[in-house]
């Protein structure tokens, strides 16, 4: 490079500015410059000078050594040239590109190539749907699932290779996990990086593949797996059971399985949050003269106090006898309502029993009315 072609004043820096300093004003003269931004006939070349002067100067080791020779590393050791491709650089979205990214890239790694070799992929995450009863659902229970999936292949140990030997670096990239094109092009020396083809970007060829798992390193079985449902679990609880998902690529962590939770419709009660509702039928008797009556809950039959005069549709609470909290330690409620019985068919006897409380009641005409 030609000792009187000066970069810094090709940028309008100092030769003591910053990085930093060189980022911005790259970044303001990029844009003014661009191509496609500037329909200047100089715009082009000068566009082209300032993305060299930035190759160099936005580089330590260039940039020192055009400090002391004055001219730039690749003409002085046959380094490659400023590569757009190492910091994401589209030519074909120059004007909505934001070049401090562009710079803020150059300036943290300088060469990136050595980077792209490609790690092996995690497993995906799965998702198993399950039907529990209301009964299973507030108080917790061991269920065992059998979940259709890749696990690591047992005769490889998960590495694609019939055995360790045959696992080898990639003669086609050199273990990079990525090839190198440098083309010339009139905005200069460009190189474009691709994922290597031969290993996928990993950097390792195998020789002799696995003949279990065909080189994948993953078999497809069904596994048995135990999983616990908490006391509380409500229709929709997601449960992540760690590990449990697709095994990983070549050793790569697996993935996550999701156990999604559905509660069945109860015969008898009906949820509503942490409390349960029931409707129980007493005879009209025990609803006018108070009595002891035995209700369902969902750990068997309880004991409940009607008092005297009680009205149809009354709701009593009891308490503790719902479903626990799932986050808190708290226990719901079960809501009895009442519904009162009326006999359908009365003895004379009891007929006129009731004709004499209505006399005495004073409300004549309600149970002659009702029971003729």
């Keep these: 490079m030609p000792k009187d072609k000066d970069y810094y004043k090709m940028l309008g820096v100092d030769k003591s500015a910053t990085k930093d300093e060189i980022k911005k004003a790259y970044k303001r003269l990029a844009k003014k410059y661009h191509p496609d931004l500037n329909k200047d006939g100089g715009a082009t070349e000068k566009f082209k000078e300032i993305n060299e002067a930035a190759a160099v100067l936005g580089d330590d080791e260039k940039r020192a050594q055009y400090d002391q020779f004055g001219t730039t590393a690749e003409q002085f050791t046959g380094g490659r040239g400023f590569d757009f491709n190492d910091f994401g650089f589209d030519f074909g979205d120059f004007a909505s590109f934001d070049f401090g990214d562009i710079f803020d890239r150059f300036f943290s790694s300088g060469s990136s190539f050595g980077s792209r070799r490609r790690g092996p992929k995690s497993g995906a995450d799965l998702r198993y749907d399950i039907e529990i009863t209301l009964e299973e659902a507030a108080f917790g229970a061991s269920k065992q699932i059998v979940v259709p999936r890749l696990v690591k292949c047992g005769s490889c140990d ?195 029993l009731l004709r004499e409380f209505e006399n005495e009641s004073g409300k004549k005409g309600f149970f002659g009315s009702v029971f003729g």
């Design 158 to 352: 998960g590495t694609g290779a019939e055995s360790k030997s045959d696992i080898v670096e990639c003669p086609d990239c050199n273990g990079n996990g990525a090839v190198r094109k440098t083309q010339r092009t009139p905005f200069g020396i460009f190189s474009t990086t691709t994922t290597c083809r031969k290993c996928r970007g990993s950097g390792e060829f195998v020789k002799n593949v696995c003949p279990e798992c065909d080189g994948t390193g993953v078999i497809r079985k069904n596994t048995k797996i135990d999983i616990k449902i908490p006391a509380g679990a409500d229709d929709g609880t997601n449960l992540r059971v760690s590990g449990e998902g697709e095994a990983g690529e070549k050793g790569a962590r697996a993935g996550d399985l999701y156990v999604v939770v559905h509660v069945k419709e109860h015969d008898v009660f009906e949820r509503d949050g942490d409390d349960i509702n029931v409707k129980v039928s007493i005879p009209f008797t025990i609803a006018a003269l108070g009595g002891e009556i035995e209700v369902p809950t969902l750990k068997g039959s309880a004991k409940l106090k009607i008092p005297p005069g009680t009205q149809p549709s009354t709701v009593f609470r009891m308490k503790e006898k719902g479903i626990p909290n799932l986050h808190h330690d708290f226990v719901g409620s079960q809501n009895v309502e009442v519904i009162v019985k009326v006999p359908e068919k009365l003895t004379p006897r009891q007929k006129e």
